[in-house]
């Protein structure tokens, strides 16, 4: 999906804020408390439409669903595959060994906050099996039917779905031989949600935070050729999860963790990058906006991706309440169109999701929608630029 030739499009990386009555439900739910199911349904139904409108009133050309119908961006599998159950603690680590100060006043604040906890998931203990055919199609339904409003407000539409490595990695493999062999089933399972987003009209989007984040954490005390090897076997997993299916339908969001903290143990993208652009995907979407990463836009220079590509430049900090100004993103974009040479393969987007656990986004609703509207403004203005 390559943009028109007289602007930048914008989108985001697709979870949107929840009302706090629907962040509740999913953590009530989360911690095994009984809830009504109707009213679940209810909410998030409300919630879906109520994102997508204001993602038109503000201008966002290619918007999702705000992944209002999930708790969490992988745990929502949980309810749509068997072979889960238990719970376990994902390791934190090195990243906050050198900042105890700060690990302890991030563990107070964590444990007063009313959120779905990415932190203790289940375990495969059985054959992994896909049965959430139904739930999977009442989500797409809903999003198409809440976009039946909006007839030619939108360019494009797209849905996220998660990569098998995230999966693999946060919910702990306590079944299957080895580990090669649970990412071979999830890889398989989870296909399913792959080709239903595409033969429902939308755009693919990939959440693959473990092929940069798990450097710091899961194979934190291990060689990075390690780390480097397993980005190359979840990538070519994806790449057979997604034979038949069209590139420009799909696109590949990879990022280090959306939480604040002080990152300085993330893999550098340099190491990765090479394995990442073996992925057979129309585009990625990184996190550029951040002052940990920003810099690693120049990588493109070197490593280029094809003329039918196009990368979704993180011109947004998710974990800042500061709203960027409209000129600072066209900065941004402008300086990818010329690294890209080529600014039709340039798209204005954010550098994470705003609530990818329902409850823990940073962000407080007025100040995400503020963000996205001046995305949209700096977009028009590095537009004017490019093409004029």
């Not at 939480?259 to 143990?265: I, L, R, W």
Request: glycine content about 6%.
């Amino acid at each position: 999906m390559i943009g028109p030739k007289k602007r930048i499009l914008t989108t985001h990386a697709g979870s949107l804020p929840r009302p706090l009555s629907l962040v509740e439900l999913y953590a009530k739910r989360a911690k095994g408390e009984p809830i009504n199911p109707d009213i679940l349904n209810k909410e998030s139904e409300a919630a879906t439409h109520w994102v997508i409108g204001q993602q038109a009133k503000i201008g966002i050309d290619i918007p999702s669903n705000g992944e209002q119908m999930r708790e969490a961006f992988f745990l929502y599998l949980q309810h749509r595959m068997s072979g889960f159950g238990g719970r376990w603690s994902r390791p934190t680590g090195s990243e906050l060994k050198d900042y105890p100060e700060f690990a302890a006043a991030r563990k107070i604040a964590l444990e007063k906050m009313t959120a779905v906890s990415n932190f203790e998931p289940p375990m495969a203990i059985a054959p992994i099996v896909y049965t959430g055919t139904s739930e999977n199609s009442e989500e797409i339904k809903l999003f198409q039917t809440a976009l039946t409003s909006f007839e030619n407000t939108f360019t494009d539409t797209f849905i996220t779905a998660p990569s098998p490595g995230i999966v693999a990695t946060a919910i702990k493999n306590n079944y299957y031989s080895d580990d090669d062999e649970y990412l071979d089933a999830l890889a398989d399972a989870m296909k399913v949600e792959y080709k239903s987003a595409v033969d429902a009209g939308f755009i693919l989007q990939i959440d693959a935070p473990d092929l940069g984040l798990e450097r710091h954490t899961l194979f934190h005390d291990r060689p990075l050729r390690d780390f480097v090897c397993f980005v190359d076997k979840v990538v070519v997993r994806i790449n057979k999860m997604l034979e038949g299916l069209p590139r420009d339908r799909v696109r590949l969001h990879v990022c280090y963790g959306n939480y604040e903290s002080p990152h300085d143990k993330d893999v550098p993208l340099e190491y990765i990058l090479p394995s990442l652009l073996e992925a057979n995907v129309g585009g990625f979407l990184f996190p550029f906006a951040n002052s940990r990463h920003q810099h690693e836009i120049k990588l493109f220079k070197d490593h280029k991706i094809d003329e039918d590509q196009y990368l979704i430049v993180g011109a947004i900090d998710t974990l800042s309440a500061f709203v960027e100004h409209p000129e600072v993103i066209a900065d941004r974009l402008e300086l990818a169109a010329e690294i890209l040479g080529n600014p039709t393969q340039v798209v204005a987007g954010t550098d994470c999701g705003f609530d990818t656990s329902a409850g823990m986004g940073r962000l407080t609703s007025d100040v995400v929608w503020s963000k996205l509207a001046a995305l949209r403004d700096g977009a028009m203005i590095a537009s004017n630029r490019l093409f004029a």
